[in-house]
């Protein structure tokens, strides 16, 4: 029995398509594509720095557009998975820049990051997340 995809509804032809699609592949396709986001905002976000904007919130938001534009797949799973790198990437970033003079390993700045300074940080990192999520999603 085959199916006549002329009778169906749109959601119906949407279903069909996501069940020729693999989810596995989306996966892989999108974790590549969240280390580029990732790498690129990186980087962006030093350039960024250096020319002496605070535009912390960017990586997180290139993690998200990353993973969606590879993974062309609508998934709430990836866009917990992007929130949650995300989170790690802006830390980092912020912890490249601006590290604790007490101590300037990564751990020590990721158990006192609320002993940041600036409550700014703490605005861009969760607009980051959200941006993320978000854009995480897919399409």
């Not at 949407?14 to 969240?34: F, T």
């Not at 990186?42 to 605070?54: L, V």
């Amino acid at each position: 029995m085959s199916i006549d995809e002329r009778e169906l509804s749109p959601e119906g032809k949407a279903i069909l398509r996501a069940s020729r699609d693999p989810i596995g592949k989306s996966w892989a396709l999108g974790i590549v594509g969240a280390i580029l986001g990732g790498v690129a905002g990186w980087f962006i976000y030093g350039w960024i720095y250096s020319q002496g904007f605070y535009a912390l919130a960017f990586p997180g938001a290139a993690v998200g557009l990353g993973f969606s534009a590879l993974a062309r797949r609508q998934m709430i799973a990836g866009g917990i998975f992007c929130a949650i790198a995300a989170f790690f990437l802006m830390v980092a970033c912020e912890w490249s820049h601006s590290p604790f003079l007490d101590d300037g390993s990564f751990i020590y700045f990721l158990t006192h990051l609320h002993k940041v300074d600036s409550q700014m940080t703490m605005v861009l990192i969760g607009l980051g997340v959200a941006l993320a999520f978000w854009f995480g999603r897919g399409r």
